[in-house]
C-alpha cells in the first residue's frame, strides 16, 4: 500500500496567493502521482481578519500558520502549503516541512507607475511596506525617502499603490510573477541593494511527522537546491532567533558542490547595517548559516535585535 490511491486535503489561507500555492500543489502531486485525488481545504485564519493592528502586536506570522495545524491535527485536513518566509524556525514537534517546491525569484520587486528604479524616485518620494529588513536597506541605499506602513495581500497593496498612496511599494517578486501580474515589476532589486528575506520566493509543505506514507508521497516534489539554500537561510535565523517581524535577510546560492550564504542585520532606521557571508560545501548546510550568524552576533547584531524587541 503505496497511499497514491489516498484523498489529501491541502489546507489553505484564502487570499489570492495562498489559493495559487495549494494549487500548484495539488496539481504537482497530481502530476506525480496520479491515481491520487486532491482538494483544497481554504481557511479564513485570525492572521487574516485582523487587518489594522501591526502584525507583531498579536502574534506574528505564525498565527497564520497555527490554525492549519490545528485542522490536521483534527484530521480535517493532511497538508499545509506555505511560503517559507512566513514560516517560523521554531516548528512544533509533530510536525515538518518534508518538501520545499523550486523556488521562484527570491528578489524584492519595486512596483511604481511612475518611476522605473529606485534611483529614479525624486527626493522626497513616498515608499510603501511594513516589512522593517525591507525598510532598513531602502533607507541605507535611499536615506530621502519616506517610508509609510503598507499591509494587506498583495492585491490589496497594489490597490493603494495605484490609489496614489505611495510613489512606489515593494513586494516579493514571486508573489507577483505566481499571480501573473510581472509586468508589476519595475525593477527586480539585487541582493546587494536589498537582501532578500529568509526562505523568500521558496514554497514548503507541512505535514504530520506520524504519516510516512504521505512524507513518501511529498518527496517527489522536494527541489534538491532549493531545500539547501533554505536550509542554511534558516539555519541562520534560528540562531539569530530571529522572529516574525525583523529586520534580517539572508540569502544563499548554490554552485556544483558550493553554497555561500549572506546575512544582514540592520537598524531598521537605516543607520547601521552588519553585513556577513560564508562559503563551504552545501552538504554543510546548517553550519555555514550558523556560522554567518555567528559573524553578525560578534559585529554587534545581538545588541540591534534586542533593542527592537524592548
Ligand atoms: N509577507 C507576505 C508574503 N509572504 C510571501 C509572499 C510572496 C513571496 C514569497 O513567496 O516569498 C508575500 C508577499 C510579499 O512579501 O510581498
Redesign the pocket.
Known sequence: MTGSNRTLRIATRKSA?ALWQAEYVRDQLLAHHPDLSVELVPMSTQGDKILDTPLAKIGG?GLFIKELEIAMLEGRADIAVH????VPVAFPSDFGLHAICVR?SPFDAFVSNHYESLDALPQGAVVGTS?LRRQCQIRRNRPDLYIRDLRGN?NT?LAKLDNEEYDAII??A??LIRLGMEGRIAQELPPEVSLP?V?????GIECRNDDQQLIDLLSALNHEETHIRVTAERAMNARLEGGCQVPIGSFATVNEDTLTLTGMVGKPDGSELLFASATGSKANASEIGVDVADALLEQGAGEILKALYL
Do not use: C, I, P
Request: charged letters at 25%; proline letters at 0%.
Open positions: 496567493l506570522k511560503s517559507m518566509k512566513d521562484e516589512s498583495v497593496r513586494l516579493a514571486a508573489g528575506a526562505g523568500q520566493g521558496a514554497v
